[in-house]
């Protein structure tokens, strides 16, 4: 399993960014995906989860209402979608892959994790 996220860069408070995760070698299509976030000197915290077709997703209290994540099966992609974008949410973004295929908010249901995609959001 190899995952890679991309489209993360530097914006301004309010602006909206798309961040992807891809799965080069296409093992993830039945699994959830989740996504983390980890700021300078915190613990890596959980932001966002979706089921193996889609049908469930889970979302950190912090980002409800403002960061949606959609996935792509034929393409094999996971998206988020950031909108309203806060300097709170300056971080290091993974992607990660679920063992189940449900939308797990838990960091240890995951065993793979991409190299992570760094959002900067300045107010």
């Known amino acids: 399993v190899q995952l890679q996220a991309s489209g993360g860069g530097e914006v301004q408070a309010g602006d909206s960014l798309r961040i992807s995760c891809a799965d080069s070698?296409?093992?993830?299509?039945?699994?959830?995906v989740g996504w983390f976030r980890q700021a300078d000197g915190k613990e890596r915290e959980f932001v966002a989860a979706?089921?193996?077709?889609?049908?469930?997703?889970n979302y950190a209290d912090s980002v409800k209402g403002r960061f949606t994540v959609s996935r792509d099966r034929v393409k094999n992609l996971v998206y988020r979608q950031m909108n309203s974008l806060k300097p709170e949410d300056t971080a290091v973004y993974y992607c990660?892959?679920?063992?189940?295929?449900?939308?797990?908010?838990?960091?240890?249901?995951?065993?793979?994790w991409g190299q992570g995609t760094e959002v900067t959001v300045s107010s």
């Open positions: 990660a892959r679920n063992r189940g295929s449900g939308a797990a908010t838990i960091r240890s249901s995951y065993d793979y």
């Open positions: 979706i089921s193996w077709n889609g049908g469930n997703t």
């Open positions: 070698r296409r093992t993830f299509s039945n699994n959830g």
